[in-house]
């Protein structure tokens, strides 16, 4: 009797889980009118279910990717790196840039964690490999898979939030630094322009040698800016609606 309960009470926690899940990915994805979000699941599912959740190469996000690619706007795209506090803080109070979680797959998945196991067909939020645990989890695959897009996607002039208080703002394995970066490309992409995010223990600045690599990664012919921005500077401009976008620094 007591297997039964416990086995009983597992399923159904199971259940449970599998279920929420669902239903958090499918409530947000509807906030993106006229989106079709049963399908948008199904490829999204696809991508990890029944697999060794180490083995999700990001590749196998291709069809969630096609069924809703990310539609930035034109010199409104907001990159970052180490920043996203601040940068959030920022877009969600002000309408002037666009983020990949302003985008319907960004937006669903942001701050969630999921993972299959070999054998089963549900989706599982807990006992999942952590961010560094092995490189091909499915939570990792993912965000490099559609920051991938969102940077394809990219045009006119792109900003980037990068932390000035730490001593590499630009770290060539994050995913700013081994993907976006990298696809930002010179047909579409004006300039990139760099905001250095500082505070009173400023540790970096404009000059600094990371900033040297970012620049010989970019492609030729887009334009390149730093500029060194303190953090209570960007907050105050969060929190002014009267002040125009472009004159946050
Ligand atoms: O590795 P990062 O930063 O350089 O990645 C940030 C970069 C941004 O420009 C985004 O477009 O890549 C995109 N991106 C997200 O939008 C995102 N939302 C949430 C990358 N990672 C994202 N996350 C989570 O933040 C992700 O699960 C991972 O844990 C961090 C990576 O942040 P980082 O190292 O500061």
Request: hydrophobic share 35%; with cysteine.
């Given at each position: ?42 490829a999204f ?174 492609d030729k ?29």
């Amino acid at each position: 009797l007591v297997f039964v309960i416990v086995g009983v009470a597992l399923g159904v926690t199971l259940r449970h889980e599998n279920d929420t899940f669902q239903e958090t990915f499918i409530s947000r994805c509807e906030k993106f009118k006229g989106s079709d979000c049963q399908k948008i699941w199904r490829a999204f599912e696809q991508a990890y279910v029944g697999r060794d959740p180490c083995n999700v190469p990001m590749e196998e996000y291709n069809p969630l990717v096609a069924a809703a690619p990310p539609q930035p706007a034109c010199n409104r795209i907001m990159l970052w790196s180490k920043t996203k506090d601040v940068v959030h803080d920022f877009t969600e109070k002000r309408d002037c840039f666009g983020t990949l979680e302003d985008t319907l797959l960004g937006s669903v998945l942001d701050d969630l964690t999921w993972c299959g196991k070999e054998g089963s067909s549900e989706t599982f939020t807990t006992g999942c490999p952590g961010w560094t645990d092995c490189e091909k989890n499915p939570v990792r695959s993912f965000w490099y898979r559609a920051s991938a897009a969102f940077a394809d996607a990219a045009c006119g002039d792109v900003t980037a939030m990068l932390n000035g208080s730490i001593s590499t703002p630009f770290y060539p394995t994050s995913i700013f630094g081994s993907i976006e970066v990298k696809r930002l490309n010179s047909t579409r992409v004006k300039s990139l322009n760099v905001v250095l995010v500082t505070e009173q223990n400023e540790v970096a600045n404009c000059t600094n040698a990371s900033l040297k690599d970012l620049q010989k990664e970019l492609d030729k012919g887009i334009k390149y800016n730093c500029k060194e921005v303190e953090k209570s500077q960007i907050e105050e401009c969060a929190s002014d609606p009267q002040k125009p976008c472009g004159a946050c620094w």
